[in-house]
Structures are given as C-alpha cells and as structure tokens.
C-alpha cells in the first residue's frame, strides 16, 4: 500500500469531525489500516517520532487510530469515556505539524473503549504518556488539534529549541 500525504496544519480537512465506522465497513478497513502502518513509518523514518496516527490525517474523515508502539493496535470508534481528575502538562508534536511543539494539559489518565478489527468492544485503561497520546488522537477524531489546546500564547516552540524548553 502507498504512504499517503499527511495533512498539514491549515488543511480545513483538520478541523471536521469524523463519520462512525459501521460495521459493514470492516472489509475497506485493511487497505486503511495498512496506509496508516506504513504512513506512520515512513513519518519516523524521516523524523525519529510517531506512535500514532488518525486516518484524517490522512484524508480518511472516519473515526480510526492506528498506534504502533510494541506491536499494532487498531481504534476504531474509539470513546474516551474516563477521565481523571489529575492532569500533566507536556510538550505535544503531531505529525500534522512535525516541526512544532505546542505545551498542552492532558488528564494524566483516561480509559478508551473501541471497537477492534473483528468489531469486539474492547476498552484499555491508560496513564501518563499513553493517556495523552490517546487523548491528542481522539481529538483529531473530532477535529481538534493540540494547538487549539494550547495552555497560553507561550506555549509553542519549534522543535529545534527544545533545549531551552523547561
């Protein structure tokens, strides 16, 4: 499957929220899930970064994550239906804007119910970098980027300064 085009920040694209996956659609999902795979790797290669990946970042407007960390976990449907009280702060990147780094709160922990590829509920309890990490896809989902979720007019940096970042 080819890589597909990322959207970029500006793409009006971004900012629509997403059609529900129904269940006679699972059989055009492989072809979906393999560009994500493979768009989500050929980011990394080019940038050292990527866990994960909407499908409207790549013009796919359905409510579909696709992460890599270990091993590949398809969302699809996914609701984040819990949320702790507790937040952290952190310096979010998107692949929608490689090159800048936006400071956003996210709730330190959450659980996320989805549908997986054999249309199972499923549900997984997450915390801390995998907690937000969810949080930042399902907004795509809805048409959110982090940078509307900047904590102040500070609180963008370009990748490169990193260093001078608290």
Not at 26 to 53: C, E, M
């Amino acid at each position: 499957m080819p890589v597909r085009e990322i959207l970029l920040l500006g793409n009006p694209n971004l900012y629509e929220v997403c059609d529900q996956v129904h269940r006679e659609e699972l059989g055009s999902l492989p072809a979906i899930v393999q560009d994500l795979h493979d768009t989500l790797f050929d980011f990394r290669g080019k940038y050292n970064a990527g866990r994960a990946i909407a499908a409207p970042q790549i013009g796919v407007m359905k409510r579909i994550v696709y992460m890599y960390i270990h091993s590949p976990v398809v969302f699809i449907n996914p609701i984040i239906d819990q949320k702790s009280d507790q937040f952290i702060t952190i310096w979010d990147d998107c692949m929608s804007f490689p090159e800048l780094l936006v400071k956003v709160n996210r709730h330190k922990s959450c659980r996320i119910s989805y549908y997986d590829q054999a249309w199972q509920r499923q549900s997984l309890l997450l915390e801390d970098d995998l907690s937000e990490l969810l949080q930042h896809e399902c907004d795509h989902l809805d048409g959110i980027l982090a940078v509307s979720r900047a904590i102040d007019t500070q609180s963008f940096a370009w990748r490169t300064q990193r260093e001078f970042l608290p």
